[in-house]
């Protein structure tokens, strides 16, 4: 899809979303029929039944009912990465989503159809008002698995767990297919769900604007700097042979801190105090768990700490390709491009402020040098009249230069050229 076709569609959904109040919801169709055990779609009286139980019943658990989903989150809007992160939103809490971020039915792929989380395992459409609950969990119960007793080389526990594997299998499949079929028969969603670019970080290409972000980023975390763990880890092979991160200045010109700078280069932000927080993938970290003499957790990953489907680790959800060399041995030298994940954009907006910083430094150097210096095969050094002198040549010979990209000249001498 162009970039042209693409601009067109979110303009289009900013009209929509300026709409939503006063939108009416797409009609529901009939129920669904029932599912297998472990699936269960419920009709929206059930729906408002269960929630009036839950008022009465105090709980614990973390519950967001339908009415608390947004009214951004609640409309067809696919091109809307807005109303995208709204809904990935409601799966952040561990306690109530179950379901692990590696699978092919992680919050990311249902966020994309539409759905919201809003209660344990159950998600919701806000446009035709269906729910389905997801469970995962399977119990080999059957008899033919438990009556047989274990050989003493596991034969048995090896065919429990083939078994096993066969039926979560079975189960993905059949979630897959409930993300598009188990909304109503008349709800877009069903149609056309969010593109393959609704999950990208914006502005990492541009490098003005990718850096500008980073210290935003590192100037948050850097409020209680002592709040940082120490050893901060990042992909090792990435880095092996370059002092990038050593050479990297910001416009202060001091030297950042190590372990806050590889954090907000892989996107992680303050979110309270000692937590910092993703707002990608809504991963949230207690920095505590990572200090003292014996840490709970042993190391902070900057990259691995995102979950699987987060743009700031994968390069798939991130979907942006750029050109990172030629082919190697052989005769195609055409450019080859590569997807890169939002760590590894930022990654090169550094390379190539740190590559701009070197060459506006010797080239200062050089001019420096060419003004500074004696005169080549002269042992002696320049007066202040030859220094000032070579200094009015350097000018003049920088405007000659400049003069065939002096449009403004170039039409005026076009203008006073006499006409035939």
């Not at 100037?219 to 940082?228: H, K, R, S, T």
């Not at 798939?316 to 590894?344: C, F, M």
């Not at 003004?371 to 000659?400: F, V, W």
């Amino acid at each position: 899809m162009s970039y042209a076709v693409e601009t067109k569609k979110r303009k289009f959904d900013r009209i929509l979303e300026a709409l939503s109040d006063s939108a009416a919801s797409p009609a529901r169709s009939s129920l669904n029929t029932r599912n297998n055990a472990s699936t269960t779609t419920l009709t929206q009286d059930s729906a408002s039944d269960s929630s009036k139980r839950r008022r009465v019943a105090p709980t614990s658990k973390i519950i967001v009912t339908s009415s608390s989903v947004t009214s951004l989150s609640g409309h067809y809007l696919p091109s809307s990465r807005t109303a995208f992160l709204q809904r990935l939103e409601t799966f952040r809490h561990v306690t109530q989503w179950h379901i692990p971020s590696s699978e092919r039915i992680n919050a990311a792929e249902w966020a994309k159809r539409g759905w919201a989380c809003v209660d344990t395992d159950t998600v919701y459409c806000g446009a035709c008002k269906e729910r389905v609950h997801v469970d995962l969990e399977v119990n080999v119960d059957s008899k033919e698995h438990n009556d047989h007793e274990r050989d003493e080389d596991g034969t048995e526990e090896d065919d429990s767990f083939a078994f096993r594997t066969e039926i979560h299998e079975g189960l993905i499949k059949r979630y897959q297919e409930m993300i598009v079929t188990a909304h109503a028969e008349s709800c877009l969603w069903r149609q056309r769900g969010c593109d393959s670019t609704i999950q990208r970080i914006e502005g990492l290409l541009n490098t003005s604007i990718a850096l500008s972000a980073l210290q935003t980023r590192y100037d948050g975390l850097m409020i209680q700097a002592d709040e940082i763990p120490e050893h901060v880890s990042l992909p090792a092979e990435v880095f092996e042979g370059t002092n990038t991160l050593d050479d990297f200045r910001f416009n202060d010109g001091g030297k950042p801190h190590s372990d806050a700078l590889k954090l907000a280069l892989c996107g992680w932000e303050r979110k309270g105090e000692d937590i910092i927080e993703c707002r990608h993938c809504f991963r949230s970290l207690g920095l505590w768990l990572y200090r003292g003499e014996s840490p709970a957790m042993d190391r902070l990953d900057a990259v691995e700490d995102h979950l699987e489907y987060c743009p700031w680790r994968s390069a798939e959800a991130q979907n942006t390709e750029i050109v990172v060399g030629v082919r190697e041995n052989t005769d195609d030298s055409r450019p080859k491009a590569q997807q890169l994940a939002g760590w590894s954009l930022v990654f090169q907006a550094m390379l190539k402020d740190n590559s701009r910083k070197r060459g506006s430094k010797s080239l200062g150097s050089t001019f420096a040098s060419d003004i500074d210096s004696p005169t080549a095969g002269s042992e002696t050094s320049l007066t202040p009249e030859q220094r000032e002198k070579k200094m009015r040549d350097l000018l003049r010979r920088i405007k000659e230069i400049k003069k065939p990209f002096n449009v403004k000249s170039l039409l005026r001498r076009k203008d006073k050229a006499p006409k035939p």
